[in-house]
């Protein structure tokens, strides 16, 4: 199994432009998240979804957008990226119903905004 | 809202020196509780896990925390660290049940010199 893959894992944008990172993974899993590192702040979440078609804001959801058309894909889209915005993203999956809810990471994507 | 706090943001050590960190957290439910680490240019990976029974938890690397519930901590340790523990360490929290969506303290970057 390849467990979480994002892409890309690097990229420069513009002040103004749009992109998407995707998130993919094949383990089932029906709970799926999206959360930005930055330095001294931890992870902290930007938003979820529980399942096809549900999706829900987290810590900080302002200037993303999700949805979840599928169980295996969770794509996070910047509408107009701004500097603000430069972090380093995760994409994380879980069971919906485990016990503890540990999460499985991506290896992250690396957003720098001009 | 549940927060979790790391006292240790920046830990230099030499190797064979004992570690703990400290991870205190607010919410006072059931809660699940974790610590997850991040080697250079990785992603994150579970190093231990606590959601039930003994409150002292044994997990990968000979790393171990205790959970204490009157005190709200889950403090990690290990009785001798060597340069390849030299990671951020970040202490997680979930409530045991709803949403569970998982807080992650600030971290603290460990730096084992040989």
């Known amino acids: 199994n390849a467990g979480v893959t994002q892409t890309p894992k690097f990229q420069v944008l513009k002040t103004g432009q749009s992109m998407t990172l995707q998130c993919a993974q094949d383990?089932?899993?029906?709970?799926m998240s999206w959360y930005r590192q930055d330095p001294g702040m931890g992870l902290r979440l930007i938003h979820y979804?529980?399942?096809?078609?549900?999706?829900d804001q987290g810590e900080v959801p302002n200037g993303y957008n999700v949805s979840r058309s599928t169980t295996e894909d969770f794509p996070l889209r910047l509408l107009s990226a701004a500097p603000s915005q430069t972090s380093v993203y995760f994409c994380?999956?879980?069971?919906?119903?485990?016990?503890?809810?540990?999460?499985?990471f991506g290896e992250g994507s690396r957003l720098t905004v001009l | 809202a549940q927060s979790v706090s790391q006292h240790n943001h920046h830990v230099i050590l030499s190797e064979a020196a004992s570690l703990e960190l400290g991870c205190n957290y607010s919410?006072?439910?059931?809660?699940?509780l974790f610590w997850y680490v991040q080697y250079p240019g990785q992603h994150l990976q579970l190093l231990l896990k606590?959601?039930?029974?003994?409150?002292l938890v044994k997990g990968i690397k000979g790393f171990e925390a205790e959970f204490i519930k009157s005190k709200f901590s889950f403090n990690l340790r290990k009785p001798s660290v060597q340069w390849s523990d030299t990671a951020e360490y970040f202490c997680?929290?979930?409530?045991?049940?709803?949403?569970?969506?998982?807080?992650f303290g600030s971290g603290t970057r460990l730096q084992v010199q040989p």
């Open positions: 994380a999956s879980r069971e919906r119903q485990a016990v503890s809810g540990e999460l499985f």
């Open positions: 383990m089932n899993h029906e709970y």
């Open positions: 979804s529980v399942g096809a078609g549900i999706t």
């Open positions: 919410y006072g439910g059931t809660v699940n």
């Open positions: 606590y959601f039930s029974g003994d409150p």
């Open positions: 997680a929290v979930n409530q045991g049940t709803g949403r569970r969506a998982l807080t």
